[in-house]
């Protein structure tokens, strides 16, 4: 944890000290501006905080199962309304509404196929009618989402913000049962408060990026309960598992590396006979897209380039490489520097008991519930390793990286009962001053 305190500090005062234009808003690394503030939601945050601290292992440890899951979807929806609401009920659509975003262009969307057939082509800024940032930057999935509220009436900021905050707080509960289908439900009620009181609240309810996030966590869900399973049910949450990353995959161009999670749950759950069976629902979702006009191989150089004639180009590559990171540790917490620790440690061990030959080696810890949750963990890190690695995620990953971080964070579990209050506390705080100090947009 002090690791990536000093991490986000270097981020903050380097630019600041320096003069270093980093091109983001007035306080990098985020995508935000200096504005201390309290609002109508400050309050509750505070109670929930609180209560949380407090109460929150104690619940999680001893409430039946499917209680926790309701309780952990509650508490986890009041806390990003808590903080989105600092702002009052303009914190939670406002936005969503921006220019940049999706709604505005769903808004004006009226036929859908002449949409996608028209989707790769404005693409580019040269276009004399090329799309907004966010909607030129992803593909049409996202859009379509914003379509659906948009033709169901809910197309207002306040209600589509409403729908992300209700979708993204089902997060927890899906990654709750993919930790107890692959065989870690006890660890999974020690994550639970970390999951629910996650500084990443503050943009998971405000940000398309919280969709992509929720739609991510059923879809590996889905495929930890298809290694669970056996028979017609097994086909049935396969199919369901590819169909919802396949749809990942055409909401970002980022979540392919949704891919390396995949594996993490099929060898945790240790069976490969799901990845056929979703693997295939998973490209025939890319090739409905690809028959009624948006071809995704066809449109990601087109992106890339846009990318590179945007501000991205302007951004220092020697600053984001770790300030990237930074920004990751403020939307996960600082407390998220703990899971990576116990990932490499727990690698380091394993290593030396495969090295030593011990009997049962690989499978007996495949079989420990503890390797379970950090060979999760590691996938979740990294994820985030090769999204910044591969230089397109100059800033704004506090909100672009959201998909990964309730992975990287189960990895808190790990730790006692007295530290795991401490991390928690921590977590709980710190989205508090950020939400309170910070006003953040893109």
């Known amino acids: 944890m002090a690791g990536a305190l000093v991490l986000i500090a270097a981020a903050v005062v380097i630019p600041a000290a320096t003069g270093w234009n980093v091109r983001v808003k007035s306080f990098p690394p985020l995508h935000a501006e200096w504005m201390p503030r309290l609002g109508p939601g400050t309050p509750l945050a505070v109670l929930l905080g609180v209560a949380g601290a407090i109460w929150g292992p104690r619940l999680a440890a001893s409430l039946r199962w499917g209680r926790l899951l309701l309780v952990s ?19 939670i659509g406002a936005i969503l509404d921006h220019r940049y975003e999706y709604l505005g262009t769903a808004r004006e969307v009226d036929d859908v196929g002449a949409t996608l057939r028209e989707y790769v082509e404005r693409i580019p800024y040269a276009h004399e009618h090329n799309w ?15 379509v659906l509220l948009v033709r169901v009436g809910l197309g207002s900021g306040l209600a589509a913000g409403a729908v992300v905050l209700l ?39 405000v940000s398309g990026d919280g969709v992509f996030m929720t739609v991510a966590a059923w879809g590996i869900c889905a495929l930890a309960l298809a290694t669970a399973t056996r028979g017609a049910i097994r086909i049935v949450w396969s199919v369901v598992a590819g169909i919802l990353l396949g749809y990942c995959v055409m909401m970002s161009y980022g979540l392919p590396l949704l891919g390396v999670l995949a594996v993490a749950v099929l060898v945790s759950g240790r069976s490969w006979v799901p990845l056929l069976i979703a ?15 948006f071809v995704w191989w066809e449109a990601f150089p087109v992106l890339q380039q846009r990318y590179w004639d945007g501000v991205a180009s302007r951004r220092p590559p020697g600053y984001w490489l770790w300030g990237n990171l930074a920004a990751f540790a403020v939307s996960a917490g600082p407390a998220i520097g703990a899971s990576l620790v116990a990932v490499g440690t727990w690698a380091v061990g394993s290593i030396g008991v495969r090295a030593r030959g011990e009997e049962g080696g690989r499978a007996s810890i495949l079989r420990d519930p503890r390797a379970i949750v950090l060979i999760l ?5 990294m994820m985030v390793l090769l999204a910044d690695l591969s230089n397109m995620s100059r800033a704004e990953v506090e909100r672009i990286w959201l998909p990964f971080v309730p992975w990287a964070t189960i990895g808190l579990a790990m730790f006692g009962p007295r530290v795991r209050r401490w991390l928690l506390v921590v977590q709980i705080g710190f989205a508090i001053v950020v939400q309170t100090l910070l006003q953040t947009g893109w």
């Open 132 to 146: 907004p940032v966010h909607i030129a930057g992803h593909p049409p999935g996202a859009l379509l989402f914003f």
């Open 279 to 293: 693997a295939g629902a998973a490209l025939a979702v890319v090739l409905v897209f690809a028959v009624n006009g």
């Open 73 to 91: 979807f509650a508490a986890s929806a009041l806390w990003m309304f808590a903080l989105a609401t600092v702002d009052g009920l303009d914190g």
């Open 377 to 381: 963990c590691a996938a979740g890190w």
């Open 167 to 205: 979708l993204g707080a089902t997060t927890v509960i899906a990654v709750l049962i993919t930790m107890r289908a692959l065989g870690a439900g006890d660890l999974a009620r020690r994550a639970a408060p970390f999951l629910v009181f996650t500084p990443s609240a503050i943009w998971v309810a």
